[in-house]
């Protein structure tokens, strides 16, 4: 089993910025892509963010692209997700996925392409 622990979520003015943090820990694993999504309430959940083993490759939401950036530190086996410029829209749950894996594909937008998921971490942004 995987362990996914999201932090740093929190309320926020329109126009803030919150880090948020995913720590993976468990059983051995090798490489991994971490993904980011996000629940309103009364809505799905939806993709945010995607990163690849290296860091190379990244995919991001159109809704968040320009303010939003992710990153991981594999020596950590964290990944974050840095919110700027955030928008009460961005108001949400946001979970973190790992899919044991190296590279990104397409389907890393879907949230059945990853095999475990943390609790979330609400994010509030307040207009």
Do not use: H
Not at 8 to 29: D, H
Not at 49 to 56: D, F, H, K, T, V
């Amino acid at each position: 089993q995987v362990q996914l622990v999201e932090s740093g979520g929190g309320l926020v003015q329109a126009g803030g910025s919150l880090r948020l943090s995913c720590a993976a820990s468990g059983r051995t694993f090798s490489t991994y892509v971490m993904g980011w999504f996000r629940q309103a309430p009364g809505k799905e959940r939806e993709f945010v963010a995607a990163i690849s083993w290296s860091g190379g490759t990244k995919y991001y939401a159109d809704s968040v692209k320009g303010r939003f950036t992710i990153s991981r530190d594999n020596a950590k086996n964290t990944v974050y997700l840095q919110l700027n410029s955030l928008k009460p829209e961005d108001t949400a749950v946001y979970y973190c996925a790992f899919n044991e894996v190296m590279f990104l594909e397409k389907a890393a937008k879907g949230p059945s392409w990853y095999e475990y998921w943390g609790q979330g971490t609400q994010v509030t942004v307040s207009s």
